[in-house]
């Protein structure tokens, strides 16, 4: 049962453009919220996070929003360049028993030049 | 400093063989976390070691086990290979046991090729 969910497997974006990456969870204990970007033959590296207590966080080009009653988060990357392409991991994380991370199956990001 | 370090990089096993793969943590990091990842279900958490002892487990079966040394570095081991453990297996550490964010650093991988 995934308790993280990126239902989107692939999105492709003009240079410039905005990319929108969905996120959605079942788990009501999940308090802490993150993205996490990999390049092939890379491992994942943190791009961006947020917690429970807020419902947007900046960080230059690139946004989170969390909607907590929709259990949904939302990544926005504005204006999208070439090199943004790659995959994106959302992940979700709580406390004791839900401190591990749990991530979503990822969505692969095209930008087109 | 040096970052997390795996081996090998790349191996081909047989269906019923065993594998184990090593993994270095960032010096001075004590907790270790293995990920499985393949292309249907994603990243999937395996088990975290920390001070040589599991302190979390995902749901993977007994093929699947791991172990830390008193230096840090951890290895995990899958017995009885079937054809559908084909992945890439990440190893990330961190200072701290359920290490998040910025915090958590994560090695190239190992790809895995069962045949």
């Known amino acids: 049962d995934q308790q993280v969910k990126q239902n989107s497997p692939s999105l492709s974006v003009q240079e410039g453009r905005i990319s929108i990456l969905n996120c959605d969870y079942t788990?009501?204990?999940?308090?802490?919220f993150l993205w996490y970007k990999k390049y092939p033959a890379e491992g994942p590296t943190f791009l961006i996070s947020?917690?429970?207590?807020?419902d947007k966080n900046e960080d230059g080009r690139f946004t989170v929003f969390l909607n907590k009653s929709a259990k949904h988060l939302s990544l926005h990357i504005v204006p999208s360049q070439p090199g943004d392409s790659a995959v994106y991991f959302c992940?979700?994380?709580?406390?004791?028993?839900?401190?591990?991370?749990?991530f979503g199956k990822g969505i692969t990001l095209s930008v087109r030049p | 400093k040096a970052g997390v370090t795996q081996t090998p990089r790349y191996l081909i096993k047989t269906r019923g063989q065993q594998v184990t793969l090593s993994c270095s943590p960032i010096?001075?990091?004590?907790?270790v976390s293995w990920y499985q990842q393949t292309p249907g279900q994603g990243l999937q958490f395996l088990f975290e070691?920390?001070?040589?002892?599991?302190?979390n487990k995902g749901n993977f079966p007994g093929r699947f086990s791991g172990r830390q040394f008193s230096n840090s570095r951890s290895e995990m081991n899958v017995s009885t290979l079937e054809l559908g453990d084909s992945a890439l297996y990440l190893c990330?550490?961190?200072?701290?046991?359920?290490?998040?964010?910025?915090?958590?650093?994560f090695g190239e991988g190992s790809w895995l090729t069962v045949v």
């Open positions: 070691y920390f001070s040589e002892t599991q302190r």
């Open positions: 990330a550490s961190s200072l701290v046991v359920g290490a998040s964010g910025n915090t958590i650093y």
């Open positions: 947020i917690s429970s207590i807020k």
């Open positions: 992940a979700a994380s709580g406390t004791g028993a839900n401190s591990k991370l749990t």
């Open positions: 788990n009501s204990m999940f308090d802490y």
């Open positions: 010096s001075g990091h004590r907790s």
